[in-house]
T-cell receptor, first 116, second 114 residues
């Protein structure tokens, strides 16, 4: 089955530690996205990538970093510079060109990060 | 800049009653429009979308939405709610230009009372 996997489902870290969240897709989608979700604030875009080896900052990129070395993978690192990292993180992907549904985003199950 | 407004952060209905979740957008050109549903501690799932053609769009789980260009609206409805419809619902529109990101509403939490 095609889809997006995120691991782990729950992640606990101590303050001051960097942590990397995994996101893999086998949908052959060009674009991938990372969102942060907090209660009452909807989805806020952290970073997105439309093509391998290229990515752009979203609305709340400070304290986060990403890489896109393979089409299938888009890991997100939450650095110690992120002031309030505890949140639910969602990864998504979409088809940007060619035939079929464009721009419709498919989501992974999310990773809940708790930093204490 | 484009924006999406979902009126009502919380909506409560009785089981069997009509569900109406409102979404208005601001865009100078007809966008692609989406409704997603999110159950607790899960990712988002596409309910339905409007791209072109028929303005009344049917989705999964008995939901439908109508694109009204003159009102810049894309309200989500379901004639008869079920307990399993309790979830968070998000409206989104595609950004114009080359990026084609989605612009998201803040979501509406739907409660269904027995």
């Amino acid at each position: 089955d095609g889809g997006i996997t995120q691991s782990p489902k729950y992640l606990f870290r101590k303050e001051g530690q960097n942590v990397t969240l995994s996101c893999e897709q086998n949908l052959n989608h060009d674009a991938m996205y990372w969102y942060r979700q907090d209660p009452g604030q909807g989805l806020r875009l952290i970073y997105y990538s439309q093509i391998v080896n290229d990515f752009q900052k979203g609305d709340i990129a400070e304290g986060y970093s990403v890489s896109r070395e393979k089409k299938e993978s888009f890991p997100l690192t939450v650095t110690s510079a992120q002031k309030n990292p505890t949140a639910f993180y969602l990864c998504a992907s979409s088809k940007q060109a060619g035939t079929g549904p464009l721009y419709e985003q498919y989501f992974g199950p999310g990773t809940r990060l708790t930093v204490t | 800049a484009q924006s999406v407004t979902q009126l009502g952060s919380h909506v409560s209905v009785s089981e069997g009653a009509l569900v109406l979740l409102r979404c208005n957008y601001s865009s100078s050109v007809p966008p692609y429009l989406f409704w997603y549903v999110q159950y607790p501690n899960q990712g988002l799932q596409l309910l339905l979308k409007y791209t072109t053609g028929a303005t009344l769009v049917k989705g999964i789980n008995g939901f439908e939405a109508e694109f009204k260009k003159s009102e810049t609206s894309f309200h989500l409805t379901k004639p008869s709610s079920h307990m399993s419809d309790a979830a968070e619902y998000f409206c989104a529109v595609s950004e114009t230009g080359n990026n084609r990101k989605l612009i998201w509403g803040l979501g509406t939490s739907l409660a269904v009372n027995p």
